[in-house]
């Protein structure tokens, strides 16, 4: 079955959403990206990151990454995962997205598309739980990725791991989720206190969305993009992409925080407590992208990932480091499609 939503929309483009099962039953989809000339290259999925949804990869700008890849000839496939905000609430945590949702949506799009062998480009949290499913050979027909400002390595600014450490233990009494949108409408006494907070302390701009996300997840002001780096259009938009993320996976972030590398949550017996116990069970190559200026997990975050992997297979995988940008701007940038994208673009095509 595929339907249409309203949601994904972008000038002369097809939007069809395709339900897939993950492996323990939580019903998630993929959207299919048609632009109006078939595609010459293979398939490429983007894994969005915590909070978010698959629209976070359409942002209104000239050209954002899906423009820009359906133009390079790429056949275009956005996954909403377990944590996607398109989604019911739950308490998800890096483990069930890296060994049920994953694996189950790379499965789908090579189902669809006839094609043996993908492409990722996965962001953030989408990064950290699908370089899980990388490193356990659970997604072997992906051969080509590029993460996106964190994976197996979370390293985060001083404020970030007070906020890890000492506020997230007393928010979890209160509240199972965190939600930017209380930036807009606080509903609740966490709801109040946090906004009340956030409104205290942080004052880059008059969007309480933006400011919310700043406190959610980073230490910056703004911390996940530079506002220099936004138009309005986007500034606004954004107010309308971040909702629920579940104290679930703040506990297991601190604790991966805490011991300077991924580890499991501990809800299943497949992963071990170290993500970094066995050698990666993959051949795909990876190029490890970070904004110089991010303020969500530092650049230090992906030169550990990218030494780790290059000691094992030294030559293969990459390393950018993108001068001017930060966490999410990256991909929302109003000047990306020229600063970032061309990069992305010559990792992807190296086979």
């Given at each position: 079955m595929v339907q249409t939503l309203k949601k994904y929309t972008g000038e002369g483009l097809v939007f069809t959403t395709v339900p897939f099962v993950a492996g323990d039953g939580f019903g998630c989809n993929l959207i299919h990206v048609k632009g109006s000339t078939a595609p010459k290259k293979g398939p490429v999925l983007l894994v969005h990151g915590a909070g978010v949804s698959a629209s976070i990869f359409l942002a209104p700008v000239k050209k954002?990454?899906?423009?820009y890849l359906l133009e390079e000839g790429y056949d275009v496939w956005l996954e909403n995962w377990r944590s996607s905000i398109d989604l019911p609430p739950n308490q998800w945590t890096l483990d069930q997205a890296a060994l049920y949702d994953h694996?189950?949506?790379?499965?789908?799009?090579?189902?669809?598309?006839?094609?043996?062998?993908?492409?990722?480009?996965?962001?953030?949290?989408g990064s950290t739980s699908f370089m899980m499913s990388v490193v356990m050979g659970l997604v072997p027909q992906v051969y080509n990725i590029i993460s996106n400002a964190v994976s197996l390595h979370p390293v985060v600014p001083d404020f970030s791991r007070f906020k890890l450490g000492y506020l997230v233990p007393v928010v979890k009494m209160m509240t199972p989720y965190l939600n930017p949108q209380w930036g807009v409408q606080p509903r609740?006494?966490?709801?109040?206190?946090?906004?009340t907070l956030v409104r205290l302390t942080h004052h880059e701009c008059s969007n309480g969305v933006c400011k919310q996300v700043s406190f959610t997840y980073g230490s910056g002001f703004?911390?996940?993009?530079r506002h220099e780096n936004l138009n309005e259009e986007t500034h606004e938009w954004i107010s309308h992409e971040f909702a629920h993320v579940p104290m679930s996976f703040y506990r297991?972030?601190?604790?991966?925080?805490?011991e300077g590398h991924l580890r499991s949550a501990g809800d299943n017996?497949?992963?071990?407590?170290?993500?970094?116990e066995h050698q990666p069970q993959t051949d795909a190559r990876i190029t490890f992208f970070a904004g110089e200026k991010n303020?969500?997990?530092?650049?230090?975050s992906q030169q550990k990932?990218?030494?780790?992997?290059?000691r094992i297979r030294p030559n293969y995988h990459g390393l950018q480091l993108v001068p001017g940008y930060s966490h999410l701007d990256i991909f929302i940038g109003r000047n990306a499609f020229r600063d970032v994208f061309p990069l992305m673009a010559q990792a992807l095509s190296l086979n």
């Amino acid at each position: 079955m595929v339907q249409t939503l309203k949601k994904y929309t972008g000038e002369g483009l097809v939007f069809t959403t395709v339900p897939f099962v993950a492996g323990d039953g939580f019903g998630c989809n993929l959207i299919h990206v048609k632009g109006s000339t078939a595609p010459k290259k293979g398939p490429v999925l983007l894994v969005h990151g915590a909070g978010v949804s698959a629209s976070i990869f359409l942002a209104p700008v000239k050209k954002n990454i899906v423009d820009y890849l359906l133009e390079e000839g790429y056949d275009v496939w956005l996954e909403n995962w377990r944590s996607s905000i398109d989604l019911p609430p739950n308490q998800w945590t890096l483990d069930q997205a890296a060994l049920y949702d994953h694996p189950f949506a790379v499965k789908k799009v090579v189902e669809e598309t006839g094609q043996p062998r993908i492409k990722a480009i996965i962001h953030c949290q989408g990064s950290t739980s699908f370089m899980m499913s990388v490193v356990m050979g659970l997604v072997p027909q992906v051969y080509n990725i590029i993460s996106n400002a964190v994976s197996l390595h979370p390293v985060v600014p001083d404020f970030s791991r007070f906020k890890l450490g000492y506020l997230v233990p007393v928010v979890k009494m209160m509240t199972p989720y965190l939600n930017p949108q209380w930036g807009v409408q606080p509903r609740g006494f966490a709801a109040i206190m946090i906004n009340t907070l956030v409104r205290l302390t942080h004052h880059e701009c008059s969007n309480g969305v933006c400011k919310q996300v700043s406190f959610t997840y980073g230490s910056g002001f703004p911390a996940l993009w530079r506002h220099e780096n936004l138009n309005e259009e986007t500034h606004e938009w954004i107010s309308h992409e971040f909702a629920h993320v579940p104290m679930s996976f703040y506990r297991q972030i601190a604790l991966s925080v805490k011991e300077g590398h991924l580890r499991s949550a501990g809800d299943n017996d497949f992963f071990p407590a170290s993500l970094l116990e066995h050698q990666p069970q993959t051949d795909a190559r990876i190029t490890f992208f970070a904004g110089e200026k991010n303020l969500c997990f530092l650049p230090l975050s992906q030169q550990k990932s990218f030494e780790y992997f290059d000691r094992i297979r030294p030559n293969y995988h990459g390393l950018q480091l993108v001068p001017g940008y930060s966490h999410l701007d990256i991909f929302i940038g109003r000047n990306a499609f020229r600063d970032v994208f061309p990069l992305m673009a010559q990792a992807l095509s190296l086979n």
